[in-house]
C-alpha cells in the first residue's frame, strides 16, 4: 500500500520561509519521481515543483522559481519543499505526489493529503 504523508506546513508572515516534508512508504522511492501540487480555496490544483527519481532533474511553476527548492532523501524517503520568500499567494494545501515527472496532476497514480500553508501580509 502506497503511502504519502506530508508535514511542516504552518502559518508564516510574508517573506518568511517553511520546509514541508513527505515522506513515502510502499512504493520504490529510489526510483519514482515525485512532484508538489497546491489548492488554494475556490482554485484548482496547480504544479508546483518536480524532481527526478535520482534528484538531478527538478522543474518548477514560474510562480515558486527562483523561490523554492525541491530535493530529496533517498535513504530517508522523503521529499522537501523549501519555501523561502513567502507571499500570501502561496496560501493553499500543498500536497505530494507519485510518481511521474508531469506538470499535470492526472498524471499522478498516488497523492498525499496534504498540509495547509498560511502566508499573512
Known amino acids: 500500500q502506497v503511502r504519502l504523508v506530508e508535514s511542516g506546513g504552518g502559518l508564516v508572515q510574508a517573506g518568511g520561509s517553511l520546509r514541508i516534508s513527505c515522506a513515502a512508504s510502499?512504493?520504490?522511492?529510489?526510483?519514482?519521481?515525485l512532484g508538489w501540487f497546491r489548492q488554494a480555496p475556490g482554485k484548482e490544483r496547480e504544479f508546483v515543483a518536480v524532481?527526478?527519481?535520482?534528484?538531478?532533474?527538478?522543474y518548477y511553476a514560474d510562480s515558486v522559481k527562483g523561490r523554492f527548492t525541491i530535493s530529496r532523501d533517498n535513504a530517508k524517503h522523503t521529499v522537501y519543499l523549501q519555501m523561502n520568500s513567502l507571499k500570501p499567494e502561496d496560501t493553499a494545501v500543498y500536497h505530494c505526489?507519485?510518481?511521474?515527472?508531469?506538470?499535470?496532476?492526472?498524471?499522478?497514480?498516488?497523492w498525499g493529503q496534504g498540509t495547509q500553508v498560511t502566508v499573512s501580509s
Open positions: 505526489a507519485a510518481d511521474s515527472t508531469s506538470r499535470d496532476s492526472r498524471y499522478y497514480d498516488y
Open positions: 510502499g512504493l520504490p522511492f529510489s526510483t519514482t519521481a
Open positions: 524532481i527526478g527519481w535520482s534528484g538531478s532533474r527538478t
